[in-house]
């Protein structure tokens, strides 16, 4: 019982530390940065082809987790 | 004295409300009243904003020309991304607006960071030399097109007699904006002249914003001038060269008056920039349809820089 009650506090103390809007930011940022290098490199075609949508979901995703509580 | 009282008088008479106005305003909630208020500028933004950007993203699907516009418009789905994102000729331009992006960043960035440093310490006529430095940036970027165009006449410009003076070169052998290996670094030196001021000013406000006692107590333990600069300086005004780095980053990304001015994207397409391809494309070729697919790929990077950019400012405000 006592295990069961340890893991769920494990659990909901790793989501609460996750699922907040610092780290989840630091993660959009991150992608929407890789994508604009992604855009302007000058060494792969396929890189490129696919900046557009990584740009695309790094600033969806920061518009949304911008809206998570602290 | 009397003409005091005449004008309380008079504001006296000019404050009571007829009876039905301040019945109707009265009947309003407050809520009521914050929207008429914010009424106007909501459908001031719905119509200067919002309803271009929805109709860019509409026109980005069709093959509708703005040059035809009666012709009947057929849906193409995500054709003109997927030609855009694997034209050879389009990341080409990416690559020549990553080279000016770069550069000019990294250039401002140095250059207006050593002048903030050196402006901060506070020497005669340092004011006369702040306002000297910031002049630049006071211009038009049309004005300062034309006349570095003058500049860099290989016949009679002054910047080729400057370079011929230190590098014994002859002046008139070199072209700044025909030459196809020098005209990329023509509008970046342009460019880093007009906007370094304006790095230096955000890098003197960091520089500005960081305490004496921090630098008194490093003295008291006997850190050096260098371990300063490590230590405290660079640290703790990095948020403000931050800021710079991506406000010059996402403005240069599409920059187009100086680059239209000093080259038009030439010689051939060495200068060719994204906003100059944009432009060729939708005015030019008149491809309305293919060029708003274009608009919407640039403006999602910068919409997703400038988050990144709000979310660093909002870290600057919070110091």
């Known amino acids: 019982m006592s295990l069961d009650a340890n893991t769920s506090t494990l659990r909901r103390g790793l989501a609460d530390r996750i699922l907040r809007r610092g780290p989840l930011e630091a993660i959009a940022t991150t992608i929407i940065a890789a994508g604009v290098v992604m855009l302007m490199q000058p060494f792969f075609l396929t890189l490129y082809s696919w900046s557009f949508t990584t740009t695309l979901f790094g600033t969806v995703m920061f518009t949304i987790v911008s809206k998570v509580r602290e | ?319």
Not at chain 2, 2 to 8: E, F, G, H, I
Not at chain 2, 13 to 42: K, N
Not at chain 2, 44 to 65: C, D, E, K
Not at chain 2, 155 to 164: E, M, P, R, S, T
């Open chain 2, 1 to 319: 004295m009397n003409d005091l009282s005449a004008s309380s008088q008079i504001t006296y008479r000019a404050v009571p409300i007829r009876p039905a106005v301040a019945r109707r305003i009265r009947g309003l909630s407050d809520q009521a009243l914050a929207w008429l208020f914010i009424t106007p500028t909501i459908v001031l933004l719905l119509a200067i904003n919002i309803f271009p950007l929805v109709w860019t993203i509409y026109l980005s699907f069709t093959n509708y020309r703005a040059n035809r516009a009666n012709a009947p418009t057929i849906w193409l789905g995500t054709d003109w991304y997927q030609s855009i994102l694997t034209d050879p000729d389009i990341w080409a331009a990416m690559q020549v607006t990553a080279h000016f992006v770069v550069w000019t960043v990294l250039i401002e960035t140095v250059l207006g960071f050593g002048l903030a440093f050196l402006i901060d310490k506070k020497f005669r006529g340092h004011g006369l030399w702040t306002t000297i430095i910031l002049l630049p940036m006071m211009l038009s970027p049309a004005v300062v097109g034309n006349f570095w165009t003058f500049l860099y006449q290989p016949q009679i410009g002054l910047f080729n007699y400057v370079v011929a003076f230190f590098t014994g070169r002859d002046a008139s052998s070199f072209q700044m904006l025909g030459d196809v290996t020098l005209s990329p670094w023509a509008i970046v030196i342009v460019d880093a002249w007009m906007w370094t001021p304006y790095v230096m000013l955000i890098c003197l406000a960091g520089l500005r914003s960081i305490p004496d006692y921090i630098y008194e107590a490093a003295e008291v333990d006997r850190a050096s001038n260098w371990r300063q600069f490590w230590s405290i300086t660079l640290p703790m005004a990095l948020p403000f060269i931050m800021l710079a780095v991506l406000f010059r980053g996402i403005e240069n990304f599409k920059m187009f008056d100086m680059v239209n001015l000093l080259t038009g994207g030439g010689p051939g397409s060495t200068t060719e920039v994204a906003s100059i391809t944009l432009k060729r494309a939708a005015f030019e070729s008149w491809r309305t349809g293919y060029s708003s697919a274009f608009a919407i790929i640039l403006f999602v990077t910068v919409f997703g820089l400038a988050n990144i950019y709000v979310k660093a400012l909002n870290r600057v405000k919070s110091r």
